[in-house]
Nanobody, 115 residues
Framework: QVQLVESGGGLVQAGGSLRLSCTASGNIFSGNVMGWYRQAPGKQRELVAAITSGGSTNYADSAKGRFTISRDNTKDTVYLQMNSLKPEDTAVYYC?????????WGQGTQVFVSS
């Protein structure tokens, strides 16, 4: 089992920045992928960004150029730096940990961007 604890969400004005953090604990092994997804009201959960334990990254088109995902493997923590936030970025952001066929989710953290 893997437990994920997120922090860093909140209310920010358009154009502002937030940094999300997610720390994993439990049965953590190398070769995993950690990522951030988001779900807005009435919409499906979607990938925002992901990063492998080796540092390779993948971004949704909506996140490219504005968001940066990073990780500290010594702390089993992944970060999402979000800049130039827009009202359409408003959503619950979920951290994920995936290794093989196993996927774990955090409880989610709310991000609200006001116009």
């Amino acid at each position: 089992q893997v437990q994920l604890v997120e922090s860093g969400g909140g209310l920010v004005q358009a154009g502002g920045s937030l940094r999300l953090s997610c720390t994993a604990s439990g049965n953590i092994f190398s070769g995993n992928v950690m990522g951030w997804y988001r779900q807005a009201p009435g919409k499906q959960r979607e990938l925002v960004a992901a990063i492998t334990s080796g540092g390779s990254t993948n971004y949704a088109d909506s996140a490219k150029g504005r968001f940066t995902i990073s990780r500290d493997n010594t702390k089993d923590t992944v970060y999402l730096q979000m800049n130039s936030l827009k009202p359409e970025d408003t959503a619950v952001y979920y951290c994920s940990y995936r290794r093989g066929i196993s996927v774990y989710w955090g409880q989610g953290t709310q991000v609200f961007v006001s116009s």
